[in-house]
């Protein structure tokens, strides 16, 4: 991907997390999983993590997306 | 001889002559620091007893006849995430400074003491090392050298200042996704990013632990090669230092590029305009023509970028949970983000990057350094928000890091070299070798530098 197109995508995925806003999806994420995990989220912080959040699902995108071997292990190795 | 200032072997060679003692050295640095830290807030601490007990025991055993180190009388100081034995290890926190006094240094810098460096002081970053930019909302921004106006990068900025403001011959620091590489491009000096695991990590504060990796910063290529050959060496007590052999780089410094096969990185780090021009310029000057595509940069920098959140978020979770109010807020919603990344966006990400790692191995077979740009533009201005990319604004922050994240994402050696623009900030170039040939690197740097290409002369406001 050239730096045109990442800055393209960088661009939608801010314009994809105002509208995810919008329709709430990354809203209730947030929520359910900050329960989970028993992370308390301040109101005045939970905007920021919803905009996060979504930043962090585009990048995502961009992987999951890509297909892999079955035998291509995680990176890191554990030497007992 | 402006004493301040010297570089690191140059204040080596003048104890050893006798031209200067180790404490006129470092009575001129810390005068120095007083003098320009106010204005570059580049310091979290300055440690005048350490350094002139650590200056007079070198000049008491040059009177005795002792060896000195490589680096005896050379003014060092650190990114304040490397524990310093009776000082607090910030790690750029608010949350930290409640901590107990570090018990003993870091491992790297315990080996540049005994090489015979003069701890000055510790330096400003970002909190947890979570940024580009060292704005710092607890300790301040750090500004930059050439115009106090615009950051000095991050997120060892207080490192790139030290460096290039002359206040320091060389400073440590940090790189998880480009902290040492994106000061040293705004800041104008050189940096080094050793292969992933060759330096101990051991008695830093971490960040990323799948990425984190430490390393110097310089003003002369020979002062980078001094620094890093006098930090390497074997610790079981970092689990990812890989224990190679000591594998100097001074020696063969000189050795120049020729024999080395040196190719552009194109597709992803192809930039634009500045960047571009730095790099088409170092191509010129080493005769590289040739452009190599490294496949699914973007993807990788992605992954790096998902790591990152993850990893860090989990090693704050504790203090996430019970005082998020107390985290910076230029970290502290990508912090409390990075806790909630399902787990298997981060196993993807590390299975991506065993893929992505063995792409640009291929490549390595073809060639010994790709030319890349450090940064994508020079040094922002302190608080701006977005840049102009072919018309478009994107944010600034994490955009800064495009072409130094897919690089340390699969650890591979790195110097970045400054080119200087009459009138106008600096920026630098990443020289980018295979695992292990930081020398590689080292000696292209070397060579641009002896030619005039590169130049890391300091700022001296």
Redesign the interface.
Known sequence: MSLAGWHEGCDDGERMSRDDMVDQPLDVYVDAAAKLVGLPLDSEHRPGVVLNIGRIAQMAALFMEFPLPDETEPAPIYRP | MNLATLDALAATAAVRSGAASAVEIAEAALAHIAARNPSLNAFTAITAERALAEARTIDRRRAQGETLGPLAGAPLAVKNLYDVEGLVTLAGSKIDAERPPAAADAFVLRKLSEAGAILVGTLNMDEYAYGFTTENTHYGAVHNPHDLAHVAGGSSGGSGAAVAGGLVSIALASDTNGSIRVPASFCGTFGLKPTYGRLSRAGTRPFVA?LDHVGPLARTVGDLAAGYDAMQGADPNDPACAGRPVEPALPILEHGASGLRIAVAG??F???GVAAEAVATVAKALGATRIVEVP????A???A??IS?SEGADLH?AD??SR??DFDPMT???F??????PA??V?????????Y?EQVMALFREVDILLAPAT?CPAPRIGQETIE??G?A??MR??IG?YTQPLSFIGLPIVAAPLRRSGELPIGVQMIAAPWREAEALRVARALERDGVTNAEPALG
């Open positions: 799948s597709g992803h192809a930039g634009s699914e940069a973007a993807r920098r992605a992954a970028f998902v959140a979770l996430l949970k998020a109010q502290r919603d990508r409390l983000a990075g806790a909630l990344i298997g966006w196993l993807r990400a590390q299975r991506f990057r065993r893929w790692r994508p990319i072919d478009v994107v944010p994490p955009f495009v």
